[in-house]
């Protein structure tokens, strides 16, 4: 069974900070996805990874397959970036496990 | 730009009655996933649908728990006999392609409230 993990668990940054969210999973995977949950509760995908990195706008998200790692990274924060930050991982299969998330504040 | 919906936004139930919740996938999808999060909790994975029958389902996917796709657009997940802890968001989402390459696109989540 893959187990999930994230940290920090909470995270309170200043406008303009420079965030890293981190992911570690415990089996092998076939790729790992990047979600973004508003206050509200929608959810929006963010990346989906299988190796490498990716890079959209002021968001980069890595993984490192041998080490189980992932990382999401947040240049110049602003406050509309505040949500919870989940990530999830893909068994071979069409599986989703999803980490316990990561809330996000960012004050101006 | 094309959006997975659901319906109801928010619903009120007794306990041991049926609820069904709907969703409409983007229509070019192939794989359609619910999931569910009880408050403050996790996200977590119910059931995955691909080429008209169940692909994968959790633990938490036992017998009170349908999925169907009646009309090749709607997506439905029926909870049989709804219990209070079945009080939760249920989202419904879809992709395109399958796991390696396939983006995941969220509804904005249907509230069940079980009294």
Redesign the interface.
């Known amino acids: 069974k893959n187990e999930v993990e994230q940290s920090p668990q909470n995270l309170t940054a200043q406008e303009g900070e420079f965030i890293t969210i981190n992911c570690s999973y415990s089996v092998g995977i076939s790729a790992l996805h990047w979600l973004q949950q508003h206050p509200g509760g929608g959810i929006v995908s963010l990346f989906m990874l299988s190796s490498g990195k990716k890079k959209h706008g002021r968001l980069i998200a890595t993984i490192n397959i041998q080490e189980k790692h992932s990382s999401l990274h947040i240049t110049a924060s602003h406050p509309r970036d505040s949500a919870v930050y989940i990530c999830a991982a893909v068994n071979y299969g069409q599986n989703f496990v999803f980490g316990p998330g990561t809330r996000l504040s960012v004050l101006p | 730009e094309p959006e997975v919906t659901q319906t109801p936004s928010h619903q009120v139930t007794q306990m041991g009655q049926e609820v069904i919740l709907r969703c409409v996938p983007i229509s070019n999808h192939l ?1 359609f ?1 619910w ?1 569910r ?1 009880i408050l403050g909790q ?4 119910l059931v ?1 649908f ?1 080429n008209n029958e169940i ?2 389902k ?1 633990e938490i996917f036992d017998d009170q728990f349908s999925v169907e796709r009646p009309d090749g657009s709607n997506f439905t997940l029926k909870i049989r006999s709804t219990k209070l802890e079945d009080s939760a ?1 249920y ?1 419904c ?1 879809s992709r395109r392609t399958d ?2 390459t ?5 509804g ?2 249907s ?1 069940l409230t079980v009294l």
């Not at chain 2, 396939?102 to 969220?106: D, M, P, Q, S, V």
């Open positions: 794989y996933y999931y999060q996790k996200v977590e994975f995955s691909y692909s994968e959790s968001m989202f989402a796991q390696n396939g983006e995941l696109f969220f904005e989540g509230r």
